[in-house]
Structure formats: structure tokens, C-alpha cells
């Protein structure tokens, strides 16, 4: 596709219960990011992939965040044992290392009841 | 580490009003710096941007212009209209590392 691609869109999760949440970056970028928005708030860092490097994971707030990437392609970033505060838009963005511009896609609102 | 500063909003202004949202910034190298617009019940989306020193980046009428002596990345629009209104993030990356970093968004309201 011509941007990057998240699913689903929406979550809604009873607490306690696992989610995976997609990223598809646009192809050919090397470089994929996850970040968090909560309500009202700026963006918070989660995890950064570059190529074949290992992830910078500095900014996963706990050990229930735990995220992969298969090559250059999809991302799936997967939250276990969900909390109440783990309701926010998550939003991923890739970008070509040479460029340094990051695309974001539209995001995924999870809500934790 | 690096970060970004920007001004707490929100920022509420009449329509036609001269904007300026005040950005600065900690890079321990060469970093590119980018404003991000996020419309409400959108993503975001790249605004502006500028990559070296003294750089001036413009589009839709914003101007920001990357100042390394005051480390200030600095918004500007000479009119704000109705439909500017948004969230605006300043950001950074640094190129070695290719990481982006975010300030915390400024609301900006604009009344007609």
C-alpha cells in the first residue's frame, strides 16, 4: 500500500486479556517505530526496529509490552495481561533511514474494560 | 539524552492572528528537526521539517526556521485560520541513529 497500514483500527479488551496490535510499513522503509498516545497527552517512545540491528526496546513501559518484526516488513506489537491504563492510541510509523522522515499510520485505539 | 521542548498549550487565538509556538531542543549531534500536525480524528501528518542549520522549512503557510545557536525550531504563521486548528508536535531525529523524538504537542484553537 501507499502509507502505513495498522489493524484494527479499534480494540476493545476485558482486563487481563492479551491483544496484538499490526503494523504494515510502507515497503521498502528499514526503519519502524511504535509510539503511544494517550488521551490528551503527547507521544510516548515504546520501541524502535532499524534493519537487522537489534530493537531499541528503552521505552516499553513494562514486560507485558513486547514487540516483533519479521525482516523490513510487519510489526506486531502484543500487550498481555492488559490494564486499564494501557487504554491509549498506539501509533506506528516507518521511515527510510536515509530520509529520516517518519509516516505514521492512523493508529489503533485500545480501550480496556 | 535527546529531547524536545515545546510550549504548553492550549493556545487559543482569533482568526487571522499571528501564531508562534515555541520550540527548543537537546541533540548531541546533528539532528533533523520536523513539526507534525495531527487534525482532530486524524493521524499525523508531516508538516514541515529542516535538516541543517539555519534551514528554513514552509508549507501551508507555516514557516519554521532551525536555529543551532538558540537550539530552537520556532512555528510561525502570519494568519491562522478556523481550520488550522490542531495538535502540533515539534520532533527530532538524529540521523546517526535515526531515532525520532517527540515534544508533548501543543493545542492550538483557532476562533472565527
Known amino acids: 500500500g501507499a502509507g502505513v497500514s495498522q489493524s484494527p483500527s479499534n480494540k476493545v479488551t476485558e482486563k487481563g486479556k492479551d491483544v496484538e496490535l499490526r503494523c504494515d510499513p510502507i515497503?521498502?522503509?528499514?526503519?519502524l517505530y511504535w509510539y503511544r498516545q494517550r488521551l490528551g497527552q503527547g507521544l510516548e517512545f515504546l520501541i524502535y526496529?532499524?534493519?537487522?540491528?537489534?530493537?531499541?526496546k528503552s521505552g516499553l513501559p513494562s514486560d507485558r509490552f513486547s514487540a516483533e518484526r519479521t525482516g523490513e516488513s510487519v510489526s506486531t506489537l502484543t500487550i498481555q495481561r492488559t490494564q486499564q491504563e494501557d487504554s491509549a492510541v498506539y501509533l506506528c510509523?516507518?521511515?527510510?533511514?536515509?530520509?529520516?522522515?517518519?509516516?505514521f499510520g492512523q493508529g489503533t485505539r485500545l480501550t480496556v474494560v | 539524552g535527546d529531547s524536545v521542548t515545546q510550549m504548553e498549550g492550549p493556545v487559543t487565538l482569533s482568526e487571522e492572528a499571528f501564531l508562534t509556538i515555541n520550540c527548543t531542543y537537546t541533540?548531541?549531534?546533528?539532528?533533523?528537526l520536523f513539526w507534525y500536525v495531527q487534525y482532530p480524528g486524524e493521524g499525523l501528518q508531516l508538516l514541515l521539517k529542516a535538516t541543517k542549520a539555519d534551514d528554513k522549512g514552509s508549507n501551508k503557510g507555516f514557516e519554521a526556521t532551525y536555529r543551532k545557536e538558540t537550539t530552537s525550531f520556532h512555528l510561525e504563521k502570519g494568519s491562522v485560520q478556523v481550520s488550522d486548528s490542531a495538535v502540533y508536535f515539534c520532533?527530532?531525529?538524529?540521523?546517526?541513529?535515526?531515532?525520532?523524538?517527540f515534544g508533548s504537542g501543543t493545542k492550538l484553537n483557532v476562533k472565527p
Open positions: 541533540a548531541t549531534g546533528y539532528p533533523s
Open positions: 515497503s521498502g522503509h528499514t526503519a
Open positions: 510509523a516507518s521511515s527510510l533511514r536515509q530520509s529520516a522522515e517518519a509516516f
Open positions: 526496529f532499524q534493519g537487522n540491528s537489534a530493537p531499541d
Open positions: 520532533a527530532l531525529s538524529d540521523i546517526g541513529f535515526n531515532k525520532f523524538y
